[in-house]
């Protein structure tokens, strides 16, 4: 099955990669391609795809909105793929057992933390890449690339051997049942076995997105993701000769749709070059260099590690209550990754963009590129809001059969949904900052949002004032008003200065 979807994900992506990078159409061996898939190849006026439209046109004079479009809509449905991989996923685990379900539950802010570390770093390399890039500096786009990836293996090593290391004490901070322990340890030693594998992934998907190959990027985590859900079924409950493995399986399936994503890239980058290259003499990083990229990576890996703060810190609250809360918590949060995922998606369009932009000196196409896509993540928790108003029910009731768990899911999606479009601000304005190489002022907007404002609100109203579990659904659409006033702040500052 991974040779297959390898095959079709390289059918259908490279003829578009040679339509975009036509410089490298004369290298040997290359310039074959467009005429073996020369039947696939269509004219597409006024894309990206247009052969006498240069990156640097395409980048700087194309109008924003079509351009954020076409550079976010590959990211955008990837995500939603994504994020059905993470409902489908929890839907089978819960089909085993609620324990099951609250296991992974539990596990998530641990493997969110991985996950976070791998795309955190990834937007640094993407940054450095786009902004050198605009700048017309090919040498220091192939360094960051070069370096980057290094680094991030490094990174995946450290993190596999730590992971495993803690997840049972971190697992007995929230729970003393032995059977949801268990499992919960099983499911992380497969997962977190893959987390090299991962971190490479999400690393050659910063650096591919980082020269407008957004296409690659959909397709390679659509393959993915497809791969996983396909899988999920079978190794849960079994498929001859396929033996049934409970929860162990949906790990596994995890890590297999997270290799196919990496081989995609893999054979992608060999068959296709990028305008951007990983080179051997520039694999060992300079201190410099790799001062840049953790500069914009380290506060870009916090804000997407704190939540796995919250949840953990949010859990301990609710568990003083019941474990309904803590479940209800966990599926609240693979519900809204198809609220938060394809806004994500949005960002990642616009951050080589906005980077490439900054670094040419476009001042005014920055500020419009801003405001473009606060406007389209607004239109998405739009949605979001208007689904968990009027269906709230039925989404729990998708991981959980428990009447109690569903009115009392059904409740906490009706008040926690009232901050989703507000919540839009932060969001934006995070990751243009993150785009812009000023990763520190998107670090304290998601300091804010995710630690500083929610958690103290959600212990004042939930234990000080008596509101019970009740008290920290509230505490999510407070704490995202307070936030957004405090982002855009932030924002205007940090661009003027």
């Not at 009027?390 to 959980?400: M, S």
């Not at 601000?425 to 998601?446: N, R």
Request: aromatic share 10%; proline share 4%.
């Amino acid at each position: 099955m991974i040779i297959i979807i390898l095959k079709f994900t390289i059918w259908l992506t490279v003829p578009d990669l040679f339509l975009i990078n036509s410089e490298y159409e004369n290298q040997s061996g290359f310039f074959l391609m467009p005429i073996i898939f020369s039947p696939l190849m269509k004219e597409r006026k006024g894309g990206f795809m247009q052969n006498s439209d240069s990156y640097d046109d395409f980048m700087r004079k194309r109008n924003v909105f079509p351009l954020i479009l076409s550079m976010s809509i590959p990211m955008v449905i990837s995500m939603l793929v994504g994020s059905l991989y993470n409902i489908v996923d929890s839907y089978f685990v819960a089909m085993i057992s609620e324990d099951s379900m609250t296991a992974l539950s539990l596990v998530f802010p641990m493997q969110n933390l991985i996950h976070s570390v791998a795309v955190g770093f990834g937007i640094g390399i993407n940054a450095v890449i786009a902004f050198h890039s605009g700048a017309g500096n090919r040498d220091k786009a192939d360094a960051a690339a070069s370096a980057g990836i290094v680094l991030s293996i490094m990174h995946g090593i450290v993190l596999t051997i730590l992971s495993i290391a803690v997840i049972s004490p971190f697992l007995r901070m929230f729970t003393s049942s032995e059977d949801i322990i268990r499992k919960g340890v099983s499911y992380s030693v497969i997962v977190f076995s893959f987390a090299v594998i991962d971190i490479a992934g999400v690393t050659f998907e910063k650096i591919f997105q980082s020269v407008g190959r957004m296409k690659v990027s959909m397709s390679a985590m659509m393959a993915g993701c497809v791969a996983n859900i396909i899988l999920d079924p079978i190794f849960i409950f079994g498929l001859d000769p396929v033996p049934a493995m409970g929860i162990e399986g949906a790990a596994l399936a995890t890590g297999l749709g997270q290799l196919i994503a990496l081989l995609i890239y893999i054979v992608v980058y060999f068959i296709a070059p990028l305008s951007v290259k990983i080179r051997k003499e520039m694999i060992k990083p300079g201190m410099k260099m790799a001062g840049r990229l953790y500069l914009i990576g380290i506060p870009a890996t916090l804000n997407l590690a704190l939540p796995s703060i919250l949840i953990s810190s949010l859990n301990a609250i609710l568990a003083s209550f019941s474990e309904i809360y803590t479940l209800i918590l966990g599926i609240y949060y693979k519900l809204q990754t198809f609220l938060y995922l394809p806004a994500s998606g949005f960002v990642q369009g616009m951050r080589p963009v906005i980077g490439y932009n900054y670094g040419a000196g476009e001042k005014e196409r920055v500020r419009r590129i801003f405001l473009v896509v606060l406007l389209m993540c607004a239109f998405i928790m739009l949605f979001g809001t208007i689904l968990c108003l009027a269906v709230p029910e039925r989404l729990i009731g998708l991981f959980t059969e428990n009447p109690l768990t569903i009115g009392e899911g059904a409740s906490a999606l009706r008040i926690i949904s009232l901050g989703f479009i507000v919540s839009s601000a932060s969001v934006a304005a995070s990751g243009a900052l993150e785009g812009l190489g000023k990763g520190f002022p998107s670090l304290l907007i998601s300091f804010l949002r995710y630690i500083a404002v929610i958690i103290p609100i959600a212990y004042l109203l939930c234990i000080v004032f008596g509101l019970g579990p009740d008290g920290v659904w509230h505490s999510f659409w407070i704490s995202e008003v307070i936030t957004a006033i405090a982002s855009l702040v932030i924002y205007r500052n940090a661009v003027k200065s």
